[in-house]
């Protein structure tokens, strides 16, 4: 079983610290829009980061909880507000 590791003096795993993953997604053209507007990306550049990621079905299988983060940070706040208040 592959784990995430923490560097450090002794083994520790980030599933030994928390109780749950979260994944904020983000449409793939959202995220290209956004890293060329905001941090004034190539397409070369911006297709390298996104070759280096994991495909979004690693973080949808492993994450108990998916904040969608397609259209404004009021929408996300409401997801969050949302989740928080069933705990």
């Known amino acids: 079983e592959e ?3 923490y560097s450090g003096a002794s083994k520790l795993y980030i599933e030994d ?3 749950e993953f979260w994944y ?4 793939p053209e959202i995220r290209r829009q956004r890293m060329k ?11 390298s980061v996104m070759r280096n990621q994991q495909p979004d ?7 108990s909880f998916v904040i ?4 404004t940070l009021s ?4 997801q969050l507000k949302e989740k928080l208040d069933q705990q």
Do not use: H, L, P, W
């Not at 079905?57 to 994450?63: A, G, P």
């Not at 969608?68 to 259209?71: D, E, H, M, R």
């Not at 929408?75 to 409401?78: N, S």
């Open 3 to 5: 784990r995430a590791q």
């Open 68 to 71: 969608k983060n397609n259209t």
């Open 57 to 63: 079905e690693v973080f949808f299988e492993q994450c």
């Open 75 to 78: 929408d996300v706040y409401a």
């Open 24 to 27: 904020v997604y983000t449409k």
């Open 17 to 19: 610290i928390c109780d």
């Open 37 to 47: 507007e905001t941090r004034n990306y190539s397409d070369e550049k911006v297709d």
